[in-house]
């Protein structure tokens, strides 16, 4: 039983370990500013504590096989531990902890703690089962008034996310369905919102996950480097239809590509 035991635990680890080194079930091609940082943070991340991992997972399968069961030839003895070796792994285990949250702490600060420029785009997207909306400006860059009480997905976008239509700021607003369009380059202020449940707002690319919770307008903001097409897919369970709760997001090649989209967008609506 020790061998057996030996070789599961040891197969894990060497599985583990290739996988690992091979990129295997990796993480999606990195698409803005913020993913090269991210990145490096997770690989570092992986790297010491796979070390970890394979020292520990060797040192146990070594155990197992030196100290299996031999019958009567072996003395089973209790021992009460070592305290300096006790301290010694959590003094290392929590410097090793600390260290990664240290190194960690300017990437996610310049993510979610600075705000994003004042020549961002401006994107309102609302959550809501089972579709994600999204409210461009317009040409005079300022959003028109919304009201929950206006809300009735049955009678087009616009009514969907309580778009008040009397307002004149809201008579150039633009609002597309399960489609999100942004520039390449330019830095893009997203204010998130959710009419019912929470919902998560999640660009596996642009490495970006924020929950839109009822009743709050939360802001992020991301910069796309990667022209092409994306999923923006809901990363938390919100119903039955969570399953086909998605959308797509273009980054377009050119400033002009975007507002010759937002022109045609707007004419359809």
């Known amino acids: 039983m020790g061998l057996a035991l030996l070789a599961v635990i040891w197969l894990i680890t060497f599985a583990s370990t ?25 690989n570092v991340t992986y790297i010491l504590m796979g070390i970890v991992f394979v020292l520990a997972q060797g040192a146990l399968g070594l155990f197992v096989w030196q100290y299996r069961d031999r019958g009567s030839a072996t003395k089973a003895e209790y021992s009460h531990g070592n305290a300096k070796m006790e301290v010694a792994w959590t003094v290392l285990t929590a410097i090793l902890f600390v260290g990664l949250n240290l190194m960690g702490s300017p990437i996610w600060a310049s993510e979610r703690f600075q705000p994003a420029q004042a020549s961002a785009l401006p994107v309102e997207v ?3 089962q089972f579709a994600w909306y999204f409210r461009y400006a317009g040409p005079d860059g300022k959003f028109g008034l919304t009201s929950p009480k206006l809300m009735d997905p049955s009678a087009g976008s616009e009514a969907a996310i309580g778009l008040d239509t009397s307002d004149p700021m809201a008579k150039d607003d633009v609002v597309s369905v399960g489609v999100m369009h942004v520039p390449i380059g330019k830095p ?3 204010l998130l919102r959710s009419k019912d449940v929470i919902h998560s707002f999640f660009l596996p690319n642009f490495r970006l996950k924020q929950d839109a919770v009822p009743g709050m307008g939360i802001e992020v903001w991301f910069t796309p480097t990667r022209p092409g097409q994306y999923e923006i ?15 797509a997001l273009t980054v377009d090649e050119s400033d002009a590509k975007f507002n010759e989209w937002l022109k045609m967008a707007a004419e359809q609506q």
């Open 18 to 42: 290739y996988f690992f080194i091979k990129h295997t079930w990796w993480l999606p091609v990195g698409a803005s500013a913020a993913a090269a940082g991210i990145d490096r943070q997770f």
């Open 126 to 128: 609302t959550g809501m």
């Open 188 to 190: 893009v202020r997203v």
């Open 233 to 247: 897919p809901c990363a938390e369970l919100c119903g039955l239809g969570h399953y086909r709760m998605k959308a």
